[in-house]
């Protein structure tokens, strides 16, 4: 599994090359500090999971670039913030997952776990200053907001699993039923919501949570 690693700082790449290599079997990972250098790597061929420091100069253009270039890559926003407005703007963009850097090593490799199965990773981050006090990450199954929406229960629990990062196969675990009737369930899910990817229906069902 090859793994871009795009981050500025020398001792940041080398503690997330050591983590990558040492829980994830076959895992080579290429470190690069700048953008210019991302999309030369990027250009001789894609790999299997890129992590990005939006700090690096350009890096939000580039999440918004393989976004809309490698809509199926999955890129992991590495930050060092744990601000809400950060998580949301970086998921909004394309990312399957924001780790703020401060996370613990099991949270670190779960996040990735997740992503590399087909999830959305999105941690309890610190409310925003117009939020009642609550975990960003915990949205209600039952968020009155979400009753306006044409959703059948099953189909609001699968939004309530989406928001929990699991992947369809999870889904369909949880829910005693088949890969392709949660598929059904998530595509009336985005519709309903207006999106078009699990990373949107995360961020917009979590604002709609919020109110």
Do not use: C
């Not at 080579?28 to 999309?39: E, I, L, S």
């Not at 420091?53 to 253009?61: A, P, T």
């Not at 976004?67 to 394309?94: C, I, K, N, W, Y």
């Amino acid at each position: 599994m090859r793994v871009l690693l795009v981050d500025a700082f020398p001792m940041v790449r080398a503690a997330l090359t050591g983590l990558v290599e040492q829980h994830f079997a076959g895992a080579q990972v290429q470190g690069v500090d700048t953008v210019a250098a991302a999309r030369a790597a990027l250009a001789q061929g894609l790999p299997r999971l890129v992590l990005l420091d939006l700090r690096v100069d350009g890096g939000f253009e580039l999440l918004q670039e393989l976004h809309r270039d490698h809509l199926m890559l999955p890129v992991v926003v590495v930050s060092g913030s744990d601000d809400t407005e950060d998580a949301l703007r970086a998921l909004g963009a394309g990312a399957m997952g924001y780790v703020p850097e401060r996370s613990d090593l099991p949270t670190l490799v779960q996040a990735l776990q997740l992503v590399l199965s087909g999830g959305t990773y999105v941690p309890a981050l610190k409310p925003r200053a117009d939020d009642a006090p609550a975990a960003p990450s915990a949205v209600p199954s039952a968020a009155p907001e979400w009753a306006e929406l044409p959703l059948t229960p099953r189909q609001k629990h699968v939004l309530h699993l989406l928001t929990q990062g699991l992947s369809n196969k999870l889904i369909a675990r949880e829910l005693g039923v088949s890969v392709d009737t949660v598929k059904d369930h998530v595509a009336a899910v985005f519709k309903a919501l207006g999106v078009s990817s699990r990373t949107q229906a995360v961020l917009v069902a979590t604002q709609k949570a919020r109110g």
